[in-house]
């Protein structure tokens, strides 16, 4: 475009423009359209029509706000022409109007040197020119103001704050300042936001301005970011506590310093804040506190103490204030220290938070209010927590009660009865816990009562609970049984929703200490009442039974012996064992031995046995000891049980590990077929000798060492060797603990015990029983099959013979493993019929002693004899008495032979021996006792001789 077409275009605009203006009707917002659309067009024409309109029209009809509507579409435009227009404006207009309305406009553009200096000239009120009004007189203030907003962005240099700040300074110097001006000022340099001022600002503070001059100063730096304010904010703490102290009540505080006081939160901060004198949160002071709690964002001590120190005035202990918002906070965490304060304090404005609104609002559910008074009452010291109760109980109370109803009315008699329930040192009177009850029936509030024991009975409740509930449940019998049947009718439905039992017993096991306060025949037959409910055993009313010994053994029994289905009955079992005591162990032994003739009785039996093992575990401190009873419906079990009860039992053994189920374990351990079983046995007689090994009893004891051997030897655990070694090497001072011992090394038979015995036998050199003993074990242990025989051959030649010293002879050899045994019967029969005196049956069975030993000679010693083995076989068959005369006999054993003919003699051929022969003639010997003494004398020789003989014979030569 040209230069004449684009002069043409402003001419015909301006045209256009002037003659709207002259119409009569023309408004500002007519103008205010005619401009935007002007000014949004892309032609600089029109753009400069605009402003000539506006430059030369407004010494005639142009209005003020005209001015103002115009410079704000220069304002929004982002024209370069705008631009020039408006700093032209600022710079050279002779309308004072006109250069106030471009500098205001000025905030929205980047700013030169030219048009900085010129703001900092008008903040210090040096305005060249003299700028002529137009209709009014405008102040220098109003310039100031217009400065003050355009330098009020973000960005600006370091000498426009440094211009700033000076003003300030002025206007606090001065004593008829403008407030605009001031407060313009302010929001200037909070807009600045340079760190730099803070240290100015702390140094104007110092100066001792006014509360509120001082807070208006800090407020300053309420828009900077908390890393801006590092290495200050100690002093910015102590400036804004110091301001807020002596802060003039009504004076109104700007928004910056609670932006401020929230970027400096400390606990310390906080605690100093609130304990400022007469902090109300409802004034601008108490705001900038609340701004602190809100910002404080640890739900410790510091925010408790913070808020109960609040509370202290009275105005701000309500439910909706910012310090019960961050009681509640911390109630999670500080319930109890809470909920103490609250309880003791002697401040009003503390004790105004018992309003039932507020401990709501604070603690949340009813059952985080009555859990938390239970503990804190716990905790506390025994005097403060005698004098928490009742007023925690108060405030249950009082919380229970419904906050509306649908009667307004009631609503209000409600709310009344809830704070008079907490009021100033009120305690749960008669007289109000018997409104209490009215209230419920009036309103039909049953479930209050409910929601009580709900609430007492909650797993997540303290036992204490009870305790705080008793000002209410005890107030009268009737009210007593009403809540007693309420407990049982949430019981019931426990039961029958099938809950777990075992936490309702834990649950509702909290109140039995003040269900047993009340008349046990009532309670009792409640209970008994409520057993079952639509044909289902109630397991809680079960356990109260038996938790408040209400009948509760004769019930159990009458259970099991009912028709009942496995599951109540196991049931049953189960709660006999948490009941425990020698009666529980006597009705689990009784079940133990349970027989109906169905096919449930083996797991009856089998739990029956289970629980007694648990009842009597020996390595729980209150594990009983078993009776006797007890354990043989165990061994009982053992002997005769199926695979079921038997596993049972051995579990019960090992628990138990008593050394009376050592014969029972031991006698089934070799027929045990089920692996499971066998293996489980095993473990039982492991834990035995376990409790052996820690059981055994000083050393110098003597009876009850003897019992312990006793039991280790009925074991025979090689295992227990190394401890009953100690009374063999050195010998136990007591023969009869010897004794003992070498039983217990014959019982274990061990290959390391051949060991310990021999070293007992060459260091002590036993004699006696001992001796005997100690041959026997060694036999024993070296699984000689002549022990039997030596042991019969004691009575005939004495412990100490050589005849019965198993070093010296071995049987085993002489007579071989069968003919030992037939003779240790012969000897055994002969050693009893001369004990008993009958002499006739004594000489009887000495003579087939020697008949035995002379078959024995000729079936394996006939080659001594210098005949076949077929001669021998024949001579054995022949009668004793050609045996003894055979030739060859009679040169080869000539002695044995002697003696054997002696006491043949006494027998002869008789069935029996008499003392005279058929004839009439007195057989020799047999007179009595005596002759029984020489018999047994020739026996004791003939068979000495007879064992040197076969001796010598099996000896190489």
């Known amino acids: 475009m040209s230069n004449k ?20 009707h023309c408004t500002s917002s007519h103008v205010k359209g005619l401009l935007e659309s002007l000014v949004g067009s892309d032609s600089e024409a ?8 506006v430059s030369t029209a407004a010494t005639s009809r142009t209005r003020p706000e005209w001015l103002q509507t115009a410079f704000e579409v220069f304002g929004r435009s982002e024209s370069q022409l705008a631009n020039s227009f408006l700093k032209h404006a600022a710079l050279n207009a002779q309308n004072a109007e006109i250069r106030l309305h471009a500098v205001r406009e000025l905030k929205h553009k980047k700013l030169d040197g030219d048009m900085r200096q010129l703001l900092h000239d008008w903040l210090s009120g040096e305005i060249e020119g003299s700028p002529v009004a137009f209709q009014r007189q405008i102040q220098v203030e109003e310039f100031q103001r217009a400065a003050l907003e355009a330098l009020s962005r973000k960005g600006v240099r370091s000498h426009s704050v440094a211009a700033v700040w000076e003003l300030l300074k002025q206007l606090l110097s001065s004593r008829d300042a403008s407030t605009e001006v001031y407060s313009g000022t302010l929001d200037c340099l909070t807009a600045m936001t340079r760190p730099s001022l803070i240290h100015k600002i702390l140094s104007e503070v110092g100066k001792q301005h006014s509360g509120k001059t001082n807070l208006d100063l800090l407020s300053i730096c309420g828009n900077m970011e908390p890393n801006q304010l590092k290495g200050t904010k100690t002093k910015l703490r102590e400036a804004l506590r110091q301001s807020l102290g002596v802060w003039s ?28 004198p007469d902090v109300t949160l409802r004034t601008h002071r108490g705001k900038v506190v609340a701004a602190v709690m809100d910002a404080y964002s640890s739900a410790d001590d510091a925010l408790c103490n913070a808020s109960l120190n609040l509370a202290k005035n009275v105005s701000n202990a309500n439910a909706s204030s910012a310090c019960v918002k961050a009681l509640s906070r911390c109630a999670a965490s500080r319930g109890e220290m809470i909920l103490r304060r609250i309880c003791l304090s002697e401040s009003e404005g503390i004790r105004q938070l018992r309003d039932p609104q507020c401990i709501s609002e604070i603690f949340g559910s009813l059952d985080n209010i009555a859990e938390t008074g239970s503990k804190a009452i716990t905790n506390a010291a025994p005097d403060d927590g005698r004098k928490m109760a009742p007023i925690v109980t108060a405030l249950i109370l009082a919380c229970s009660i419904p906050p509306k109803v649908e009667d307004r009315r009631k609503t209000v008699q409600l709310n009344s009865f809830a704070r008079q329930l907490v009021a100033d040192d009120a305690l749960v009177t008669e007289d109000t816990r ?12 049953e479930h209050v009562l409910k929601d009580l024991v709900r609430t007492a009975t909650s797993p997540k409740s303290p036992k204490e609970l009870a305790y705080l509930l008793e000002p209410l449940l005890c107030s009268s019998d009737k009210l007593g049984i009403a809540i007693v049947r309420i407990v049982l009718e949430v019981a019931q439905e426990f039961c029958i929703s099938k809950r777990d039992s075992n936490r309702l017993s834990s649950a509702y096991g909290q109140v039995e200490s003040w269900l047993g306060k009340f008349d046990a025949q009532v309670v009792e037959a409640l209970v008994h009442q409520g057993l079952f409910v639509n044909g289902v055993l109630s397991l809680y009313l079960l356990g109260v039974a038996r938790r408040l010994k209400l009948n509760f053994y004769n019930c159990a029994t009458a259970l099991i012996n009912s028709d009942l289905s496995i599951k109540p009955k196991l049931a049953v079992i189960n709660q006999i064992e948490q009941a425990g005591g020698e009666e529980s162990l006597q009705v689990l032994c009784e079940a133990g031995r349970f027989v109906s003739g169905n096919d449930y009785d083996v797991r009856i039996r089998a739990a029956a046995i289970e629980s007694i093992g648990k009842l009597c575990d020996c390595s729980l401190e209150e594990g009983m000891t078993p009776s006797d009873d007890c354990l043989q419906s165990i061994h009982e079990r053992i002997s005769h049980g199926s695979e079921r009860e038997r596993r049972k039992a051995y579990g019960a053994c090992s628990r138990m590990a008593d050394q009376r189920s050592i014969k029972a374990l031991k006698d089934r351990e070799q027929t045990e077929k089920d692996g499971k079983a066998l293996a489980r046995l095993k473990q039982a007689l492991a834990a035995i000798r376990e409790r052996l090994e820690q059981e055994r009893p000083e050393y110098n004891s003597t009876d009850p060492t003897r019992e312990w051997l006793k039991h280790a030897s009925n074991l025979g655990d090689p295992q227990l060797l190394p401890q009953v070694e100690k009374y063999l090497i050195p010998p136990h001072p007591e023969e009869l603990v010897q004794l003992a011992a070498i039983e217990f090394l014959k019982s274990c038979r061990s290959p390391e015990g051949v060991q310990v015995l021999d070293r007992y036998i060459k260091d002590t050199s036993p004699h006696g029983m001992l001796l005997q ?10 699984n000689r099959q002549d022990v039997k025989l030596l042991d019969v051959l004691t009575w005939l030649f004495g412990e100490s013979s050589d005849m ?3 070093e010296q002879l071995n049987y085993e050899e002489l007579f071989g493993a069968q003919r030992c045994g037939v003779l ?9 019929e001369y004990g008993a005196e009958n002499w006739d049956n004594f000489a009887t069975v000495a ?11 000729y079936t394996s010693y006939h080659r001594e004899m210098g005949i076949s083995e077929e001669e021998g076989k024949k001579f054995a068959e022949r009668s004793y008495h050609n045996q003894l005369n055979f030739g060859k006999f009679v040169k080869t054993f000539p002695m044995p032979k002697k003696r054997f003919q002696t006491i043949h003699e006494c027998r002869q051929e008789a069935k029996t021996a008499h003392p005279e022969d058929v004839d009439g003639t007195p057989k020799p010997g047999i007179q009595g006792k005596n002759a029984a003494d020489a018999i047994l004398t020739w026996l004791g020789e003939a068979f000495e001789w007879t064992a040197q003989a076969l001796q010598q014979a099996r000896t190489p030569s």
């Open 804 to 806: 019965v010293d198993p």
């Open 5 to 24: 077409e684009a002069q043409k275009n402003s001419e015909e605009s301006l045209h256009l423009a002037t003659r709207i203006l002259e119409l009569k």
């Open 824 to 832: 240790a019967g012969v000897l055994g029969v002969c050693r009893e």
């Open 46 to 53: 029109v753009a400069f029509a605009s402003a000539l309109l």
């Open 773 to 782: 003993a100690a041959r026997g074990c060694m036999s024993t242990l070296k």
């Open 249 to 276: 009540r009504g004076e109104e505080i700007r928004d910056g310093v609670a932006n401020l006081a929230a970027k400096l939160v400390s606990s310390d901060f906080l605690i100093s804040l609130t304990e400022l």
């Open 847 to 857: 003579d087939n002693v020697g008949q035995c030993i002379v078959r024995h000679i």
């Open 434 to 445: 018997q409104r209490y009850v009215e209230i419920s029936q009036e309103l039909n509030l």
